[in-house]
Structure formats: structure tokens, C-alpha cells
């Protein structure tokens, strides 16, 4: 799984011209990773401002409006794509233009057999 974090000043310090070519970007290598059959699912996430975090203690149920985090960055989007191994992710990782500002997170799914990708 390709996990994309972004945070506002990273966003807000883009041109009109640099969201556009993120756009851009991100359909070309879905195109791509789906014509590939690579491509599970991909979407990005609302802004994190509509977060409820939900947490049980003691069988007692609490919710908290926004992310539990407290950081700059948040989770803003994810690929779910088969690679033949982290090498090929890593490779994939580095295509989304938000690598180039903030982050993208390499994580394999956990699968029954264990914690291979």
C-alpha cells in the first residue's frame, strides 16, 4: 500500500500550475497501474478537519472530532497495488509527485500467510 501525507503549508505553497500537474500526475500513473492490473484501489481522503476518532476503553465507547494524531502531516490519500516486490513499490512510491514535497509511505497489507508482500 502506497500511503500519501501531505499538510496544509505543503499544499497551500503550490501554484495553480503545480495542483494541476499533482493531478495530472496521479491520473497518468493510475492509468498506468490499472491498465497494468496492478492497481487495487486508489482515493484520496477528505480533509482531515472531518476525522472522528473513535476509541473503547474499558467497554465504554468515546468519539473526538479530528485526526488522533497530533502532527503537521496526515494521511491524505492511498494506492493499493500488487508489485512483485518492495523494490517495484518503492519504484511506484517515488512517481507520486507528493514524495517530492512531504511523504509516501511503503507498507505491505498483512496477508494470512504472515507479513509478506
Not at 42 to 62: E, F, H, W
Amino acid at each position: 500500500m502506497l500511503l500519501i501525507y501531505s499538510n496544509a503549508e505543503s499544499w497551500d505553497s503550490l501554484s495553480a500550475e503545480q495542483r494541476d500537474e499533482f493531478a495530472r500526475s496521479h491520473a497518468e500513473l493510475s492509468a498506468e497501474l490499472a491498465e497494468s492490473g496492478q492497481l487495487v484501489s486508489s482515493a484520496g481522503l477528505a480533509d482531515p478537519i472531518t476525522t472522528t476518532t473513535v476509541q473503547v476503553r474499558n467497554g465504554a465507547r468515546t468519539t473526538t472530532d479530528g485526526p488522533y494524531a497530533e502532527a503537521k502531516e496526515h494521511l491524505a490519500g492511498f494506492y493499493l497495488i500488487e508489485c512483485d516486490d518492495l523494490d517495484q513499490a518503492i519504484a511506484y512510491a517515488a512517481r507520486l509527485p507528493d514524495a517530492e514535497y512531504v511523504a509516501v509511505e511503503v507498507r505491505p497489507v498483512m496477508v494470512d500467510a504472515g507479513l509478506e508482500m
